[in-house]
Structure formats: structure tokens, C-alpha cells
């Protein structure tokens, strides 16, 4: 740590998780040389490394010695010398937003061909509407251009979509119609959602949270919205390698395994209920996962 390049990428990654190729964009310097820090601060416990297909991503750990030792030097990190640096972070996150948003504000014109190629013939809609009961207020979360949403509000549920795409939801108010009682239609992001603690009884989330920085903020924020014993139903991949869905479709976490999604789950406040595979035709296994609010 007297290596003062070691000290402000640990000052920058005590406040987010970036790939290698980000940090050595914030920082501008060579690839192997961020690589020779970030592998001596990871091999002595500082930095946690977490592997995702050909990609790898560093934050500070999160327990051991390497936590308690930042911890105890956690002062130094608030100087002021560090504050261009975590500025920097900050604008590369909001860019990585904003990047996510203009792929689908592009997307919408080829939607329902581009899930096609993700999904094939599977119907998810249909798959997520058949696995949810009863009635009430639902959220439908990261909505994209409206059809889940409709099918929901068409079966008895008073439905909030939200998606922080503006062409999506241009789209998706489109197809309102008749339904203006059961269907609204937000601008929001997932971590930060535009809606009231406890509004909803049921929260869907269809193939959105593998886009999230951190998806384990996403699920405690959907706690937050909804009400005592409310349902979240997931509907994401399981973990896989297929590097070009990067490029393709903006994803930045290649799936998610059974154990991530279930610690996330339980420490956002969650019982897991139930959970189910769907093998696609592009070799790409879905899971349909549903959890009640404690």
C-alpha cells in the first residue's frame, strides 16, 4: 500500500466494482502494469476478484484480513487527493448507463426480433404470467416495450411498468389503449425505482438484472417496493460463456448461478419459494425463481 497508484485504485474501488479494462482506462495506464497492482492487492486480500466468462471485475473485499485492514485505514480514502479519481468512476458508471440506455432506445425497432434470437421459441411471457397468482398492484421491471405488462394487466393485475429506457416506454404507452386503468407506464432505474415503499404485492424482473452494476442493490430496492409477504418472480439466465451476448445485447454479467442469486435473495430480505430451468435453443439455460418478502 506505500505504492500510491495501489492507493487510489483501492480508494476508487472501495466505492464500485469495475472490470480491468475500466480501471485501466480511468487510471491511463498500461494494462500490464494496473494488472501487476491489482494482482498483488488481491494475492494479499485487499481486492476480490470476480471472474465473469473472458472478463474479470475487482471491488474491495468484503471479509477477511484484507476488509479489516481497509477498514482501519478507511480515513485516508476521504482526502481530497483521491477526489478526481472517484469523479472519474463516477462519469464511467454514468456512462455505462447511459450506454445501456441508448442500446435499447435503439432496440426498440427490432425488439421482438432481437428477444427472439435470445429466447427462441420460448415463451417467457406466457411462462411468467402462467407462475403468477391472484391480483393486486405488480411491477413489471425493466418493462422494455410493454408486451409482458400488457398480458398481466389483461389478466386481472393493476400493472406499473418501469424501464429506464425513454424509447421503451414511448413504446410500451403505445399499446395502453383501453387498458389506462390497469396499465402506467415510468421512467425509472431498477436501484432507484420510482415507487413508494410497499406499493406492489408482486415484482417481476424479466431478463434485467444481468444489465445492473450490482444486481444485489436492484433486489433490495424491489424489498423496498413491495408490500408484507410480497412475491418477486426472476426470470434471468443461469451462468454461461457466450462472450458475444456483450456486444449483442449490452449484457455486463454472463448469467448468474444458483448460489449468487440465492445469498442476494437472502441478504436483501427474501425467502426463496421456488425455482425452475428452461434449457433455450441457443444452449443458454433460463431460470424462473420465486421469492417472498419476509
Known amino acids: ?69 481497509i477498514d482501519a485505514i478507511s480515513y485516508l480514502f476521504k482526502i481530497s487527493i ?4 472517484i469523479h472519474r468512476a463516477e462519469e464511467l458508471l454514468r456512462e455505462r448507463r447511459e450506454g445501456l440506455v441508448r442500446f435499447f432506445n435503439d432496440a426498440v425497432r427490432d425488439w421482438d426480433r432481437s428477444r427472439k434470437e435470445v429466447l427462441g421459441s420460448f415463451n417467457l411471457d406466457e411462462a411468467i404470467s402462467a407462475r403468477i397468482n391472484g391480483s393486486g398492484q405488480l411491477a413489471d421491471l425493466g418493462c422494455g416495450d410493454g408486451n409482458l405488462a400488457y398480458l398481466l394487466a389483461s389478466r386481472g393485475f393493476s400493472v406499473i411498468g418501469v424501464d429506464a429506457s425513454p424509447g421503451m416506454i414511448t413504446a410500451a404507452r403505445k399499446k395502453i389503449g383501453t387498458m389506462e386503468k390497469q396499465l402506467e407506464f ?3 432505474e431498477l436501484e432507484h425505482l420510482p415507487l413508494r415503499d410497499g406499493e406492489c404485492d408482486t415484482a417481476v424482473v424479466a431478463l434485467a438484472l444481468h444489465h445492473l452494476s450490482a444486481p444485489q442493490e436492484g433486489l433490495s430496492e424491489i424489498w423496498r417496493i413491495l408490500s408484507k409477504s410480497g412475491r418477486i418472480v426472476i426470470a434471468d439466465f443461469e451462468k ?3 462472450e458475444t451476448m456483450r456486444q449483442r445485447h449490452h449484457d455486463l454479467w454472463l448469467g448468474f448461478s444458483r448460489e449468487e442469486i440465492a445469498k442476494w435473495l437472502t441478504a ?9 430451468t428452461f434449457k433455450l435453443e441457443s444452449g443458454i439455460s433460463l431460470a424462473l425463481i420465486s421469492a417472498i418478502k419476509l
Not at 39 to 67: E, M, N, P, Q
Not at 82 to 85: I, K, L, S
Not at 268 to 275: E, I, Q, T
Open 1 to 69: 500500500m506505500a505504492d500510491p497508484t495501489r492507493m487510489r485504485i483501492c480508494a476508487v474501488l472501495l466505492q464500485c466494482e469495475l472490470s480491468v479494462n475500466e480501471i485501466v482506462a480511468l487510471f491511463g495506464m498500461g494494462q500490464s502494469r494496473i494488472s501487476r497492482h491489482l494482482k498483488i492487492l488481491a494475492d494479499c486480500g485487499i481486492l476480490s476478484c470476480r471472474r465473469d466468462g473472458l472478463w474479470s471485475f475487482y471491488t474491495v473485499a468484503a471479509k477477511g484480513d484484507g476488509k479489516q485492514f
Open 82 to 85: 483521491f477526489g478526481d479519481d
Open 186 to 188: 415510468r421512467i425509472g
Open 240 to 242: 454461461h460463456g457466450d
Open 268 to 276: 436483501a430480505g427474501f425467502r426463496l419459494d421456488s425455482r425452475e
